[in-house]
């Protein structure tokens, strides 16, 4: 059963941008802390950034921090972006979004996810 639906995934060349989406299927996620992942081969899981249930804070980790915004919309859809700007061949890595009560860096908290989208940033 899938819970969230990530799209907007591709190639671009480094210094590019991509915008990320991510809706829920099946089920509001309304108050629900969101956040972005990241998985490149042979590593762990990645924090990327996160937004609060009413979308008032945000969090980002230090390697995408002035590069990266995360947002939501909270209207029916409760639709979570990751605009991602200047972006590094080092940014290459499969991306997902995870929903949880309360915000937490730790994927391993996460109750719901997205079953990933590719970004691959060529040099």
């Known amino acids: 059963q899938v819970e969230l639906v990530e799209s907007g995934g591709g190639l671009v060349q480094a210094g590019g941008s991509l915008r990320l989406s991510c809706a829920p299927s099946?089920?509001?996620?309304?108050?629900?802390?969101m956040a972005w992942f990241r998985q490149a081969p042979g590593k762990e899981r990645a924090f990327v950034a996160g937004?609060?249930?009413?979308?008032?804070?945000?969090?980002y980790a230090d390697s995408v921090h002035g590069r990266f915004t995360i947002s939501r919309d909270n209207n029916a859809k409760n639709t979570v972006y990751l605009q991602m700007n200047s972006l590094k061949p080092q940014d290459t890595a499969v991306y997902y979004c995870?929903?949880?009560?309360?915000?937490?860096?730790?994927?391993?908290?996460?109750?719901?996810w997205g079953q990933g989208t590719q970004v691959t940033v060529s040099s």
């Open positions: 995870a929903a949880r009560g309360i915000f937490t860096t730790d994927p391993a908290e996460y109750d719901y």
């Open positions: 099946g089920r509001p996620f309304s108050g629900y802390a």
């Open positions: 937004i609060s249930g009413g979308g008032h804070s945000t969090y």
